[in-house]
């Protein structure tokens, strides 16, 4: 698996840098699954953060969520009824104009979290009735233009159709893997941001805008096991893991959805 | 379990924000970072305070910290439904007890996240049962919940004709199939944004 990932970020294209990345175990039941212990056992540290709950309902589903924010990227550990996340993500930068400032190095991060696993012998020992690994990455980018000719680029469409705008493409190939059948959902798409601010002082109330539009070309990896009925022992969940974050790193670093049709 | 925070906090986490941006939203002016105002803007008191982005880092890329669909919305207000029958009293006529709460909670959850189908409604029924409800145009299906037992059945809604399952679920793939059933066809997306259809 070690050797897999380090081919994967020698291949990769450096440009696109991590928004999100989330290892998550599908459970019948999350008893006893408490958040903040599972940080700790992760991490290795106490979170920041650290919420129970007990009535999870639409306004807030988590069981309990604990979590830590360094430089500029939110670690939390979710849980909720029926999933048990963890949660790498970038958080918006202080500076308006440079919105993307705290994308990380989600290949950096693949791998730390994979050695993590690893050490903490999943840290999650339970059967899982279903598990997945999703990375979001960003490129930022000048302008729409630049993002679109990433999205064509990647997704081998061409038109000359003037004036485009909301690209977006998400397709799904199922894949077996050592004898696991796999979804490989790949989202492409153009992400925009403009930061609104709301300041205040006594007695004054102002917003303000920021004065133009970041564009980014993003592309979104949602490789996990096909809910068929059955269940994944402990023993065979981190090599699952393996598979997903290995098969991610290679269609993201090929740089073309042909890298699907193997 | 109890919530260490109080309901700012728990809105702040619920809407998707960092802690950072909890803090911010709770400093006083003056704090790193804050821009100057217009001088027009100045407070009165003639000493200038410079204000406070209290939302400034608000805006975290995405939301994944919640459901933000209709309908995993729907799954979760089911599910805390449930959790409220099975703390009423015992003797409510709409009590659940614990072992068929939680069962139907774990059912919910599961189809909530792997199958595409829409979330079921609930009626209490009596003797601790629970009753799950679908409906299309013409056919309404009931699942009893009772401890860890099932029972489903379809009714035509026009002839009023009952057809009742057998429920075998002795292999992955029954249970697969008897899931399906209930919930839809299986669901390839897994992040937190996407998990409605």
Not at chain 1, 210 to 216: E, G, M, Q
Not at chain 2, 85 to 97: F, R, S, T
Not at chain 2, 135 to 150: A, C, N, Q
Request: aromatic share 8%; charged share 20%; net charge neutral.
């Amino acid at each position: 698996m070690r050797e897999r990932i380090n081919r994967g970020v020698q291949k990769t294209q450096m440009a696109f840098r991590g928004q999100i990345i989330q290892f998550a175990w599908f459970l019948h039941s999350i008893d006893d699954v408490h958040a903040p212990s599972m940080f700790n056992q992760f991490w290795g540290a106490d979170p920041d953060l650290a919420q129970t709950n007990r009535a999870p309902g639409p306004a807030n589903p988590f069981l309990s969520i604990a979590g830590t924010s360094h430089n500029g990227v939110l670690r939390q550990i979710q849980v909720q009824p029926g999933r048990v996340d963890l949660v790498v993500n970038a958080e918006l930068s202080d500076d308006p104009e440079k919105a993307f400032a705290n994308l990380f190095n989600y290949e950096a991060e693949l791998y730390d979290i994979s050695t993590r696993l690893k050490v903490a012998d999943n840290p999650l020992k339970r059967e899982a009735t279903r598990l997945s690994t999703v990375v979001t990455m960003l490129e930022p980018v000048g302008s729409y233009t630049a993002a679109a000719k990433r999205f064509f680029d990647f997704s081998g469409f061409k038109t000359k159709a003037p004036n485009l705008s909301d690209l977006g493409l998400q397709l799904n190939s199922r894949k077996t893997v050592d004898g696991v059948d796999i979804n490989r959902v790949v989202g492409l798409s153009v992400f925009g941001v403009q930061v609104f601010s709301l300041s205040m002082s006594p007695g004054v109330a102002q917003t303000s805008m920021s004065p133009s539009v970041l564009f980014a070309a993003r592309r979104m990896f949602d490789f996990n096991t096909v809910p068929d009925g059955r269940t994944l022992k402990i023993k065979d969940q981190l090599p699952i893991f393996d598979a997903l974050v290995s098969e991610i790193l290679r269609v993201s670093a090929s740089g073309t959805l042909k890298s699907l049709e193997s | 379990m109890t919530s260490h925070f109080g309901p700012s906090m728990r809105n702040a986490i619920s809407a998707g924000l960092s802690d950072r941006a909890f803090s911010a939203s709770s400093a006083t002016p003056g704090v790193q970072g804050s821009r100057s105002l217009p001088d027009s803007q100045t407070p009165q008191s003639g000493r200038t305070t410079p204000p406070v982005d209290i939302w400034r880092d608000c805006y975290a890329l995405t939301f994944p910290e919640r459901p933000n669909s209709d309908r995993s919305r729907q799954f979760l207000a089911v599910i805390e439904a449930i959790r409220r029958l099975a703390k009423m009293d015992p003797n409510h006529d709409w009590h659940v007890d614990e072992k068929t709460a939680s069962t139907s909670e774990k059912l919910i959850a599961t189809l909530n996240f792997n199958y595409s189908g829409a979330a079921p409604k609930i009626f209490p029924h009596e003797g601790d049962t629970l009753v799950l409800t679908w409906e299309s145009p013409r056919i309404k299906r009931l699942l009893s919940i009772s401890g860890d037992e099932f029972e489903l059945i379809d009714i035509d809604k026009l002839s009023r004709v009952k057809c009742d399952h057998l429920l075998q679920i002795d292999t992955p793939e029954k249970f697969n199939d008897w899931l399906s059933k209930l919930g839809g066809a299986p669901s390839s997306r897994s992040d937190l944004e996407g998990n409605a259809p």
